[in-house]
T-cell receptor, first 110, second 113 residues
Framework: DAKTTQPPSMDCAEGRAANLPCNHSTISGNEYVYWYRQIHSQGPQYIIHGLKNNETNEMASLIITEDRKSSTLILPHATLRDTAVYYCIVRVSGNTPLVFGKGTRLSVIA | DTGVSQNPRHKITKRGQNVTFRCDPISEHNRLYWYRQTLGQGPEFLTYFQNEAQLEKSRLLSDRFSAERPKGSFSTLEIQRTEQGDSAMYLC???????????FGQGTRLTVV
């Protein structure tokens, strides 16, 4: 699976959009981009995934660049409960194990 | 369905003792994964099952570690002769075969003293 690069930490003001970047320049054509988050002392939680097109669900939006070498997870209106470590993962399919990096620690500030 | 359940939530053991953790996946999920997570790091993959078959084991899974999923439902992870370096959070996750979303349990925190 391709490797990903994420900033170690980010801050976001409560109520503002949180934009979390991820670089995956070696991504292959059949690899998906997944995002998970982990709130302190809990197991990781699935957020969203995509292949080529932008995706949106009730939690977030995923914007994938046309060349697929990078993506951005957008939390449209961040709340204090969104404070967590966010992991960007690239994997061939849903049937392969998730390989986590260190992720981005997002702190939402009141 | 209450999600993935892991027991115990916390375990303190003396070095050299054996410990066993249990994971109950979401019913009908045929994939089950074990991960280990140490402070400040992302979860590290250990092994996974498809139904009762263990399909892959990480190099992190030394001979002291063994995992089973005897009837394709719950799974156990045993660590023999525990060492202080085994202290970590052990996470279990499950998923359906043809879908990518994995659901994680709350984990078992192991402390070896």
């Amino acid at each position: 699976d391709a490797k990903t690069t994420q900033p170690p930490s980010m801050d976001c003001a409560e109520g503002r959009a949180a934009n979390l970047p991820c670089n995956h320049s070696t991504i292959s054509g059949n690899e998906y981009v997944y995002w998970y988050r982990q709130i302190h002392s809990q197991g990781p939680q699935y957020i969203i995934h995509g292949l080529k097109n932008n995706e949106t669900n009730e939690m977030a939006s995923l914007i994938i660049t046309e060349d697929r070498k990078s993506s951005t997870l957008i939390l449209p209106h961040a709340t204090l409960r969104d404070t967590a470590v966010y992991y960007c993962i690239v994997r061939v399919s849903g049937n392969t194990p998730l390989v986590f990096g260190k992720g981005t620690r997002l702190s939402v500030i009141a | 369905d209450t999600g993935v359940s892991q027991n115990p939530r916390h375990k303190i053991t003396k070095r050299g003792q054996n410990v066993t953790f249990r994971c109950d996946p979401i019913s009908e999920h045929n994939r089950l994964y074990w991960y280990r997570q140490t402070l400040g790091q992302g979860p590290e993959f250990l092994t996974y099952f498809q139904n009762e078959a263990q399909l892959e084991k990480s190099r992190l899974l030394s001979d002291r570690f063994s995992a089973e999923r005897p009837k394709g439902s719950f799974s156990t992870l045993e660590i023999q002769r525990t060492e202080q370096g085994d202290s970590a959070m052990y996470l279990c996750a499950s998923s359906l075969l043809l879908e990518g979303e994995a659901f994680f349990g709350q984990g078992t925190r192991l402390t070896v003293v």
